[in-house]
């Protein structure tokens, strides 16, 4: 969840983003005996990586769809993981903040306050798509520049910008 705040208007803007899909189209070079695991990128001192799906014998298109039973909340981004030449190899297939600026420019149904958007990304030997749901939820924030209180049981007058 990452959230914006407006100081013109003070409307606060959070955006809930969950991971709908994964797909990573490798290209003719490809050995299809690699093992490739996707990882959730974690944050702070141990960088320690969730595993979110891993394949052995993994297809030139590999597509991963959470399952329905469990709602993938983007955290701080999902990487690929694979062996390459003998060497494990990490690459970014999208990162937080990267889905927030979409997220931020994304057109949203107008009941819901919902939207679709994809991350596609060229990687050194393939390309990514990640798909993700966002659920955007505005909230006025009331700014009070001056508040005067003159006694008990007094009015409390507000001069207040929406």
């Not at 407006?6 to 003719?28: A, K, Q, R, S, W």
């Not at 944050?43 to 979110?52: A, D, F, K, Q, V």
């Amino acid at each position: 969840m990452s959230w914006r705040h407006d100081e013109e208007t003070g409307i606060t803007t959070m955006y809930h983003l969950f991971i709908e899909g994964v797909e990573v189209d490798f290209n003719d070079s490809w050995c299809p005996q690699a093992t490739i695991s996707l990882n959730e990128q974690a944050w702070g001192p141990s960088n320690r990586r969730n595993l979110l799906y891993t394949t052995i014998h993994c297809p030139n298109i590999l597509h991963w769809t959470p399952p329905a039973s469990q709602s993938r909340s983007l955290q701080h981004g999902v990487e690929i993981e694979y062996l390459e030449d003998g060497d494990t190899r990490r690459e970014m297939l999208v990162t937080e903040k990267e889905a927030d600026e979409r997220a931020s420019r994304a057109v949203y149904d107008d009941g819901l306050d919902m939207a679709h958007i994809a991350v596609i990304r060229t990687l050194s030997v393939r390309t990514s798509t990640v798909w993700l749901r966002v659920y955007r939820v505005r909230t006025a924030v009331l700014a009070c520049r001056s508040l005067m209180v003159t006694g008990v049981g007094s009015t409390i007058q507000c001069n207040c910008k929406f």
